[in-house]
């Protein structure tokens, strides 16, 4: 086979991310470069993603290579990745799923519950926003943009008591011993497809979907698929408070999801719903399923 290059990132985890899919392709023998690249999301960091164009922004310029033929596959945090992708590309690998989950980060405290009433919590994500809320209204939430190293630093110089974060980037570059507490899913939904690595190709390269195909983890694959549903069934934007989380024991799979106003001014909208999988398009319609369920009770 000829050469493959990864177009990636060129943060630290983002690196570290192509960097464990190019020892992995490696070791199957392939000769394997990185093509380090700077995206709009890395280089707007004045605006929450929200008011500029959503997480999209982290991938558009990968794609652009992948389009020009300057790279083969792209690899991505997969809740970072826009739910239907432009034509002309494709999803060809979901990878073993690391934590999912969010952790709670202080220099100070070791819990939420453990905050002083207004204290000042930093975080960008609207489904943090909204989940955190829910729990301690009393909070300060302020926005916290950057990569992973500038978050901890901000944290480390005073601007916050308290930062969330995807408990998955801690734990993959050596940083676990920054977390002070994890939330279990059911006090934190996490985000869509969090906690999982994408691998992205041009539609129509079989090449490398047979040469991709055994690193794909089909488990966490049925779950992202399904979790990845229910954002496309709401509209699919970082601009929505939208959280989903999918677990399978054997073949059934049980799916959890909840949207919330932005500015607390609802309750928490929560729906469950679990079946039989036996392949993605059925995880799929789990997700439409929970979909339809949230915007029935008030979703939008």
Request: glycine share 10%.
């Amino acid at each position: 086979m000829s050469p493959i290059t990864i177009a990636t990132r060129e943060s630290r985890l983002a690196l570290w991310q192509a960097h464990h899919v190019k020892s992995l392709l490696e070791q199957r023998g392939c000769q394997v470069t990185l093509l380090g690249m700077t995206t709009k999301g890395d280089e707007i960091l004045d605006r929450t993603l929200s008011k500029v164009g959503g997480k999209g922004l982290f991938v558009k310029e990968l794609e652009v290579a992948l389009e020009e033929g300057r790279a083969d596959i792209a690899v991505h945090s997969l809740k970072d990745v826009p739910m239907d992708l432009p034509e002309g590309f494709e999803l060809a690998c979901v990878m073993e799923r690391e934590d999912p989950r969010d952790a709670f980060v202080s220099n100070k405290y070791d819990s939420l519950q453990a905050l002083p009433q207004g204290a000042v919590v930093g975080t960008s994500s609207l489904r943090r926003v909204v989940l955190l809320r829910a729990q301690r209204p009393d909070l300060k939430i302020e926005p916290l943009r950057g990569n992973l190293d500038t978050r901890l630093r901000k944290l480390d110089d005073g601007q916050y008591d308290a930062i969330i974060l995807a408990a998955a980037g801690l734990k993959r570059l050596g940083l676990a011993s920054r977390i002070r507490g994890v939330f279990e899913t059911d006090q934190m939904l996490p985000a869509a497809g969090q906690g999982a690595l994408g691998i992205e190709i041009r539609a129509g390269r079989d090449d490398l979907k047979q040469l991709l195909a055994p690193m794909a983890h089909q488990s966490t694959w049925l779950c992202v698929a399904a979790e990845r549903a229910v954002s496309r069934g709401l509209g699919g934007s970082c601009s929505m408070p939208l959280a989903a989380h999918a677990t399978l024991a054997g073949e059934v799979l049980q799916l959890r999801a909840a949207w919330g106003e932005p500015e607390g001014t609802a309750p928490l909208l929560r729906s469950t719903a679990s079946g039989t999988i036996a392949d993605i398009d059925a995880a799929a319609r789990l997700g439409e399923q929970v979909a339809a369920q949230l915007r029935a009770a008030g979703a939008h």
